[in-house]
Each structure stands twice: as C-alpha cells, then as structure tokens.
C-alpha cells in the first residue's frame, strides 16, 4: 500500500490549508488513517486519526482547529487545518494501518506517505 500526501505549504497565522493522502494499490482494506508531525528539533507526534467508521482522536493542540475526514471508497484521508498557528509547523505525514487479504493468508500492515511540509509564518 502507497500513500501520497499532498496540500502543504506556506501560510499566514490565522489562515487554513487542507492536506490530502491518497492510498493505492490491490486487494487491501484500511482500519485507521492518522494524520502526524514532526516539527524542527521535535519528536513526530500523532495529531489525528480516523477509524473506517468514522470515529476520530485528535491531540489537545489542535482540538476544534483541525477536522480529520476519509473517504473509504476513494481511500483518501484529508485534514482540515484552521486557525492556524506558527506552533503547527512542521512535516505532516499520513498513515495507515492496513489488512491484505489474499486466498491463503491474511496479512498487516503499515504505510507511511512522503510527508508534506507545513509552514505557519508572517
């Protein structure tokens, strides 16, 4: 399984940018999506997830700023970033806890996207 961010970029403190992932490949099925980030100098923290019913967690900072969202038909998870402030730069990454379902075996699994850059600045 691959997964492509995309939706980064440079924006002023108070504005909105929307990060998308996109997932591909064959015969997989996705449990959690979650959305992390690992800022200058910091560890890469867990800042939202998504189960495949829709239930979600995010991290105090972001609580009401940011919406996760997925389309489990498209296999896409995107996140919805308000509010914005210089604290949430940082590289974003997206995840996915995955099962491939094949006729002799079950197999798990884990992907991680390419990361896309975020950055909060006057």
């Known amino acids: 399984v691959q997964l492509q961010a995309s939706g980064g970029g440079l924006v002023q403190p108070g504005g909105s940018l929307r990060l998308s992932c996109a997932a591909s490949?064959?015969?997989?099925?996705?449990?959690?999506m979650n959305w992390h980030r690992q800022a200058p100098g910091k560890r890469r923290e867990l800042v939202a997830g998504i189960t495949s019913g829709g239930t979600t967690n995010y991290v105090d900072s972001v609580k009401g700023r940011f919406t996760i969202s997925r389309d489990n038909a498209k296999n896409t998870v995107s996140l919805q970033m308000t509010s914005l402030k210089a604290e949430d730069t940082a590289v974003y990454y997206c995840?996915?806890?995955?099962?491939?379902?094949?006729?002799?075996?079950?197999?798990?699994?884990?992907?991680w996207g390419q990361g896309t850059e975020v950055t909060v600045s006057s």
């Open positions: 490949g064959s015969g997989f099925r996705i449990n959690t």
């Open positions: 995840e996915a806890d995955y099962m491939i379902y094949r006729p002799d075996t079950t197999v798990a699994g884990r992907s």
